[in-house]
């Protein structure tokens, strides 16, 4: 069966420090690939999505993901997280015979000073 | 302005009774979908359509209805209301499936009693 997981249910960070969101999927084929991002009261917001071609993909505010096939794995990276990135971050991943992508259950990332 | 609204944003409502929640957006995206926002379930997909008067079921269709008989509206209907239907509801268009970038509204938050 089709599968998203993000291992992490919480995960808290320094401000300035490095960051590392850990996606792993379960489909066919290549799959699409998507992180978004929740503000705490607000909708979700696409960070950056990969298809096909480079694996190490830039996506707004600073953030890139790297997909790796072998790993099955599309994690979201940071190198510098800032206060305003606390937020609730989303995995979601996409066949080409259907038209809905399939989330994650969310990471939580908490910042501190 | 354009985008996507939903509304009720707050909606508290009785067991049994019917609640529709509304869906517009002006971008005229072709598909739209409805998920369903719980903790520790993170996003699951209600039903989506590719269209005006086509529609399908995602992964947790029971107990909802919807329609689309115009492109810009998508309203969901919750025909008899049950406390497990309580829920933040999220609505998104998109103008190529899953391979264009989400847009999502701002949420409805339905309390079932």
């Known amino acids: 069966a089709q599968s998203v997981t993000q291992p992490d249910i919480h995960i808290t960070v320094s401000e300035g420090a490095s960051l590392e969101l850990r996606c792993n999927y379960s489909?066919?084929?290549?799959?699409?690939l998507f992180w978004y991002v929740q503000s705490p009261g607000q909708g979700l917001q696409l960070l950056l999505k990969?298809?096909?071609?480079?694996?190490l993909v830039q996506g707004i505010k600073g953030f890139e993901a790297e997909f790796k096939r072998s790993q099955s794995s599309f994690n979201l990276r940071k190198p510098s997280v800032h206060w305003s990135d606390a937020a609730e971050y989303f995995c979601?991943?996409?066949?080409?015979?259907?038209?809905?992508?399939?989330f994650g259950k969310g990471t939580s990332l908490l910042v501190t000073p | 302005d354009a985008g996507i609204t939903q509304s009720p944003r707050y909606k508290i409502t009785e067991t049994g009774r019917q609640v529709t929640l509304m869906c517009h957006q002006t971008?005229?995206?072709?598909?739209m979908f409805w998920y369903r926002q719980d903790l520790g379930h993170g996003l699951r997909l209600i039903y989506y359509?590719?269209?005006?008067?086509?529609?399908d079921k995602g992964e947790v269709p029971d107990g909802y209805v919807v329609s689309r008989s115009k492109t810009e509206n998508f309203p969901l209907t919750l025909e008899s209301a049950t406390r497990s239907q309580t829920s933040v509801y999220f609505c998104?268009?998109?103008?190529?499936?899953?391979?264009?970038?989400?847009?999502f509204g701002e949420g409805s938050r339905l309390t079932v009693l």
């Open positions: 998104a268009s998109s103008d190529r499936g899953m391979t264009g970038e989400l847009f």
């Open positions: 489909y066919g084929a290549t799959p699409y």
């Open positions: 990969y298809f096909s071609g480079d694996t």
């Open positions: 979601a991943v996409g066949a080409n015979s259907g038209y809905a992508l399939n």
């Open positions: 971008w005229s995206h072709s598909y």
């Open positions: 359509s590719a269209a005006a008067d086509i529609t």
